[in-house]
C-alpha cells in the first residue's frame, strides 16, 4: 500500500526523481539530499510502513541483507574506512519522515561527524532490573 501524502512513497515508486544506486521490485536505495557523509544513501521500501513497529519481519529481514550488500558496495567504491547503519522511529528518536527507511553512512577518516550518545553509569542492581523489565 502506497500513502498519497508521503514523500518517500512517491520517491520509492519513481513518482518523484531520485538519485537511485539499487532498485528491484520491494526497495530504492537513493542518496540523501542532506548526507552526513560522501555517499550517505537511504533504503527505502516501495510500500508504505511508518516504522519498524509496522514493516512486515519478512521486509525487515531483507532491508538488513540489502543494507548489509550496499554497505558493501558503497565501502569499495567510495573507499570509505567504516560504516554507520542507522534506524531511526518515531519523533522523539529523531524520525522526520515517517515512511520507514534506514541510513547507510560511509565513514572516512576524520570526517568530523558523530554519532553519538552519552552514556549512563547504571548499577549492576539496576540494569538486573531492567533486564527483568524486559524478559518477565
Ligand atoms: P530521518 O530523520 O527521518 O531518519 O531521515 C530522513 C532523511 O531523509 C534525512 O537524512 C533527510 O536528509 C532525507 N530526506 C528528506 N527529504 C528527502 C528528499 O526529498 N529526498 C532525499 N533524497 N532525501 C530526503
Ligand atoms: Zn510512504
Request: charged residues 25%; proline residues 5%.
Amino acid at each position: 500500500m502506497r500513502k498519497d501524502d508521503c514523500i518517500f512513497c512517491k520517491i520509492a515508486n519513481g513518482e518523484i526523481p531520485s538519485k537511485t544506486i539499487y532498485e528491484d521490485e520491494e526497495f530504492r536505495v537513493i542518496l540523501d539530499l542532506g548526507p552526513a557523509t560522501k555517499g550517505h544513501a537511504l533504503i527505502l521500501p516501495k510500500e508504505h510502513f511508518q516504522n519498524i513497529y509496522e514493516i512486515p519481519q519478512e521486509t525487515a529481514a531483507k532491508a538488513m541483507i540489502l543494507a548489509k550488500k550496499m554497505a558493501t558496495l558503497i565501502t569499495e567504491k567510495l573507499h570509505a574506512d567504516g560504516f554507520n547503519i542507522v534506524q531511526n522511529n518515531n519523533e522523539v528518536a529523531g524520525q522526520t519522515v515517517f515512511h520507514f527507511h534506514m541510513h547507510l553512512i560511509p565513514r572516512y577518516e576524520g570526517d568530523g561527524q558523530n554519532i553519538n550518545w552519552i552514556p549512563g553509569e547504571p548499577t549492576q542492581e539496576e540494569l538486573e532490573k531492567i533486564k527483568d523489565e524486559i524478559t518477565k
